[in-house]
């Protein structure tokens, strides 16, 4: 009845980052030859620290992009499958017969997006911002009444 995917925005595709990297570590042997010419040869290991840094977050933002976040709702449950940046997967199932779907606002940051039902309580879509965590919520709310009030097309009762 719905399925969702969510998984962290990123602006840069993995060929494009390496092309980034690329230019910057150019860049880089660049300004280091030319001042290890001009005598300043200590400038040699800040830039490689530079350089070994900005690596570092590139491939730290890249392995970020593994963590998702899949919502599935069918007749008897919604299932929600959580995988980590490490790979690990973690699975929730809950009824959809006593969901509610509840965006906690807070003062000042994004609100939280809880499924909630029977005594329990699960948060989804961390990642999100605002706007594509009501878009969520307003559509996953939508699906449950679908499947809670659903419309019989019987030509005999027409």
Partial sequence: MFEAEIKPHRSLSRRAMF???????????????LMALLGAWPIIGFNGADIAL??????????AERAREHITLTASRLAVIRTDVHGRCQHFSLQ???LNVVLQERAGTVPKLLLTGR???LEV?????????RDLAA???RALHRGR???????QLQ
């Avoid at 900005?54 to 392995?63: D, E, G, I, P, S």
């Avoid at 879509?125 to 965590?133: D, H, I």
């Avoid at 009030?149 to 030509?155: A, L």
């Fill in 139 to 141: 559509a996953l709310e």
């Fill in 19 to 33: 092309m980034v990297l690329g230019g910057m570590v150019t860049a880089s042997l660049a300004v280091t030859s």
């Fill in 96 to 98: 959809p017969y006593w």
């Fill in 54 to 63: 900005a690596m570092f977050l590139m491939w730290l933002n890249m392995r």
């Fill in 149 to 155: 009030n659903p419309r019989f097309n019987n030509p």
């Fill in 125 to 133: 879509a961390r990642q999100l911002g605002e706007t594509q965590k």
């Fill in 119 to 121: 005594g329990r309580s």
